[in-house]
């Protein structure tokens, strides 16, 4: 079996959602933030056809009651909470569907960044370690050369501007707790688009350095 789990982030079409499922992509991202420019609205993404694929949703600023609204309504399986979100909103939404967001360049060091982990290790099923200080999808990439020994509590997603390459390459040689990769703006050709030649690179590469 696959040893890495892969997320394609800000889908907005059916379509996409479709074939990144064909291509074998584990989980499907749909961004509910407002102020994104690959925001979607729960009822189209409630009617999309996405396999056996997981559906993530991504919270930003919204309140736990309307979080979970939004998760019945657009059929969702996982939260994943891209804000400043407390470990008592995290059990509102439910710890068995929380994905918990980290911005490692937010702490001076890895053991500041653990101890933030740790803080969160009963309220999150998954964590995910973004780039940059706040948001996603800009396309910068993540130093892992800076956090080397971290051990996070829980399996981790990497994001920040992946593609083939830099995930195969992150994939032969992988952290402690690597759960898997993120994919979202070097897999598109405008905010929201995917590209299908981009996404099966990406998911080529990843499968092809498992070890």
Not at 3 to 17: I, M, S
Not at 28 to 57: C, D, M, N, Q, Y
Not at 149 to 177: F, K, N
Request: hydrophobic share 45%; charged share 20%.
């Amino acid at each position: 079996m696959p040893r890495y789990c892969l997320k394609v982030c800000g889908l907005t079409r059916a379509e996409d959602a479709l074939m990144c499922a064909e291509l074998g992509v584990d989980w499907l991202g749909f961004i509910f933030h407002p102020a994104s420019p690959r925001r979607v609205e729960p009822g189209p993404v409630a009617a999309f056809e996405t396999g056996a694929a997981r559906r993530v949703g991504v919270f930003v600023d919204q309140s736990p009651a309307e979080v979970n609204h939004i998760m019945a309504e657009a059929r969702l399986d996982l939260a994943q909470l891209h804000g400043d979100q407390s470990r008592e909103f995290c059990q509102a939404v439910g710890p068995e569907r929380v994905i918990k967001v980290f911005w490692p360049q937010r702490c001076a060091s890895p053991e500041e960044l653990g101890r933030g982990m740790a803080g969160f290790s009963e309220a999150a099923a998954f964590f995910l370690l973004e780039a940059g200080t706040s948001g996603g999808g800009h396309g910068r990439p993540l130093d892992l050369g800076r956090w080397t020994g971290l051990a996070p509590p829980r399996p981790w997603l990497l994001a920040g501007g992946l593609e083939a390459a830099s995930a195969g390459t992150v994939a032969a040689r992988p952290p402690a707790g690597l759960l898997g990769f993120d994919f979202n703006s070097r897999v598109e050709i405008a905010p929201g688009l995917k590209d299908r030649r981009l996404v099966a690179a990406a998911v080529e590469a990843v499968r092809e350095n498992e070890v």
